[in-house]
């Protein structure tokens, strides 16, 4: 829809107003003379003249209606009109009615013969101007009457239509309609009104889904943590009543308890973190980081776990200052959670690759384990917070469904991203990219 400035309509409003009166007043003049000149022309008074000496050389004639009819044809043609009275004001001779005469200029003289008033003669021409100020009033009028109705319709009725949205808006009604205007001004209101109430609503919609979601963490992680407070509880009880009454018993108890602690331990670490990364805005240290060595490091710490399985971690195309800016403590959570639920999954005698290298303007850094991997229909939902694969749905691996979660999360908020899929050799394959650091440090 094509639109205007209210500038614009302010001004073509103006003139329309200021033009319409003056295109009455002159129809009005071309309706009564015949003519667009509004001063007297000179075939005008001659005219005037012709009338006169016809009437003054005839006024023997003036009863005759065969005079009368060839003065009324000569008036009829001159755009004029007679009346010829007596000195006693009764009309002898009237070329037309009352009423049309009404507005018409006129002009009046006596006819004398020897010394007597023989009688009076009016003339009657169109050249007043009352007709053409009526008119001119009257297309006022209509001017004003115009302007008016494109006001309401393009101006007031959608400002109004606006305040009534807005107060729909304010009591939560998001099902707005606005009505369109051809003034530009109000049509951008109109779109940026539009635009607001779209961003309310997938606004809304967001929160209801957080809020879901929120509450499902919550229900969910409360759930992993009963498990195991119920089993250590059970086994501090145990040890409280005597029941381990051998040194081989307590032993025991006391490694399931170290165990079920350092579950609950995880659970809550994860639980903090995602809740740090879902809810909270964070703010990322940015300092100097060695990609490689953080896998190294991390890899030391899980070499004992992985011999107890008899898993091989082994670094392959493993470069040197792999230089990043980024937070390190997040960045050694995110690769942690990627290695440990890498030994937690890959089978006994197996074997983890990990790769770390520089790609152009990027460090790719890739983890895979010789496990089952993941489902096809589970490739799409493995980053989603509580996930877990049929393999670890009864919980025995420990994991609770946030590490992965967490993990692009961290990876995304340095500028990169972490995929999930399945090595074509078997098991599962994460493969993630961080920006290189511009000027990285030897």
């Not at 079920?260 to 995880?266: F, G, H, P």
């Amino acid at each position: 829809m094509k639109t205007i400035r209210i500038r614009k309509f302010t001004i073509l409003s103006l003139f329309f107003i200021l033009q319409l009166p003056w295109i009455f007043l002159i129809v009005a003049h071309y309706i009564e003379t015949n003519t667009f000149r509004f001063e007297r022309t000179d075939s005008q008074q001659k005219k005037v003249n012709e009338t006169i000496h016809q009437i003054e050389t005839n006024t023997e004639k003036w009863t005759e209606s065969t005079w009368q009819n060839q003065i009324k044809n000569y008036l009829q043609k001159a755009n004029m009109n007679v009346s010829i009275l007596t000195e006693s004001n009764k009309t002898i001779f009237q070329s037309d009615s009352t009423r049309e005469l009404a507005f018409k200029s006129t002009k009046q003289f006596s006819i004398i013969q020897d010394g007597k008033v023989k009688g009076r003669v009016v003339i009657y021409q169109s050249n007043s101007r009352a007709i053409e100020i009526v008119a001119a009033l009257i297309g006022l009028i209509l001017a004003f009457f115009i302007i008016g109705l494109m006001m309401r319709q393009f101006i007031i009725k959608p400002l109004e239509q606006f305040s009534l949205g807005s107060r729909k808006i304010a009591l939560g009604d998001l099902d707005v309609r606005l009505p369109s205007s051809r003034i530009t001004e109000i049509e951008e209101v109109r779109e940026s009104f539009t635009a607001m109430v779209t961003g309310l609503k997938e606004s809304f919609q967001n929160q209801v889904k957080l809020e879901n979601e929120r509450r499902f963490v919550i229900a969910a992680v409360a759930h992993d943590l009963r498990t195991p407070l119920f089993a250590l509880r059970g086994y501090l009880e145990g040890l409280e009543q005597g029941i381990a009454r051998t040194p081989e018993k307590v032993s025991k108890y006391v490694a399931v308890c170290k165990e079920k602690s350092a579950q609950l331990d995880r659970l809550v670490e994860d639980l903090f973190t995602f809740t740090k990364t879902e809810y909270f805005e964070m703010k990322l240290k940015q300092e100097n980081v060695d990609l490689s060595q953080i896998l190294k490091n991390l890899i030391d710490t899980l070499k004992l776990p992985a011999q107890q399985k008899n898993i091989s971690i082994i670094e392959q195309k493993f470069e040197k200052h792999c230089m990043i800016s980024g937070d390190l403590h997040l960045l050694e959570r995110a690769i942690n959670n990627l290695l440990d639920n890498a030994v937690r999954h890959t089978p006994r005698n197996g074997e983890i690759v990990v790769q770390c290298y520089k790609d152009h303007d990027k460090i790719i850094f890739t983890i895979q384990d010789t496990g089952i991997g993941f489902l096809e229909k589970e490739l799409s939902h493995v980053f989603e917070p509580l996930f877990r694969g049929e393999a670890s749905r009864n919980r025995s691996t420990g994991g609770t469904g946030l590490g992965l979660t967490i993990s692009q999360r961290i990876i995304k908020q340095h500028g990169g991203d972490l995929v999930a899929g399945n090595h074509c050799d078997g098991g599962a394959l994460l493969r993630g990219w961080i920006p290189l650091q511009t000027h990285s440090s030897n």
